[in-house]
């Protein structure tokens, strides 16, 4: 169980020019992650956030500021302790960063090897980590034989073999197709909860955060600029580029053409509803409509489910005389945060 905490990190890189501003790549950056937690840090290209996943696995130094993994000070550490340190840092690249000329059992042997495992004992950790990840039958195969989805698995097991006490994730299933993310995204949750991993990924994939993080960090210029549960900040983003990203990934309001689009179809009164876990129900709601004499159809947005709880956007067509619409509105508005589309 590891606890990974950055505080107040900075990193600067020299300016192109000889008389140029330096670039400031990750700029005060405070993040907790509790042990067994899985945090996601979020981010437009060029957010910092890769920068900010090598300060952490010390393959770059940090300019200020503090890094713990567990106990080990990553900012204070020599190389040579940093060498022993990533034993205990599993590693997961987007682009698998696997030995193509080597077989699978290979690759998931190599840091075994280059921690000194003795073979008999390395052998049988290969075979059990090749079984946990779903390819106990592929040991043999060359990397190149596989698919995407599989040679990410071997990537998993190959940063599992050291047994870390944290994963740190680089955009891991943005190179994969929908279908293969979701099962990459299964086995990772599957790490977290059987194994107690903490897991610190970095993605620019919305859906990612929304099915796998407990908490998130939204990063923007290289500052962290909204951080929080994931159902929090996604149901309530407060800045622009939070509020950007959280329209990729849940129900949204028809934007203005599809508006009008479905304003030729439904001529009653529009308005888009947002419900959240915790909040009114939708039976309340329709019960709130009918008892109006109101009658209802949905005709945009649905539910979704955000960090395991569950957060819908609907926009309804209400159908009655004005008087009707206008108390069901009114009554609507008290009970959950409810929009008119004009
Ligand atoms: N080695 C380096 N030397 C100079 N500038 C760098 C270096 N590495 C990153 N940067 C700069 O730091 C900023 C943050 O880059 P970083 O790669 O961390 O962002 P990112 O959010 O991971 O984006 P991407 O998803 O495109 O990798 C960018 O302006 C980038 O140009």
Sequence with gaps: MTRVQLIGVGKQYPGRGKASDPIVAVDDVSIDV??????????????????????VNGLERATSGTILVGDDEITALPERALRG????????????????????????EYPLVVAGVPAEERRARVAELLDFVGLGDRAGAYVEQLSGGQKQRV???????????????????????????????????????????????????MDVVRELAH??????????????????????????????????????????EHLAELRERHRGTLVTLTLKDGG???????????????????????ITDVGGRSFGRLTLELIGNDLQVEHAVAALGQQAELEVLR
Excluded: C, W
């Design 215 to 256: 908490r998130v960090t939204v990063m923007d210029g290289g500052r962290a600029v909204e951080q929080g549960g994931v159902f929090e900040v996604f149901s309530s983003p407060k800045t622009e580029t939070t509020r950007r990203f959280v329209s990729t990934a849940l129900p949204t309001e028809p934007n203005p």
């Design 85 to 108: 340190v990533r034993e205990r840092i599993g590693m997961i690249f987007q682009q698998f960063n696997l030995f193509h000329s080597r077989t699978v059992a290979k690759n998931v």
């Design 34 to 55: 509790a042990s067994g937690e899985i945090h996601a840090v979020i981010g437009y290209s060029g957010a910092g956030k890769s920068t900010l996943l090598r300060l």
């Design 280 to 302: 009114v129900d939708q039976p309340v709601v329709f019960q709130t409509l009918a008892d109006r004499g109101v009658g209802v159809s949905i005709i945009h947005g649905g």
């Design 155 to 205: 990537g998993i097991a190959r940063a599992l073999a050291t047994n870390p006490g944290v994963i740190l994730a680089d955009e891991a299933t943005s190179a994969l197709d929908p279908e293969t993310s979701q099962e990459v995204l299964a086995l990772l949750r599957r790490i977290n909860q059987e194994l107690g991993v903490t897991i610190l990924l970095i993605t620019h994939e």
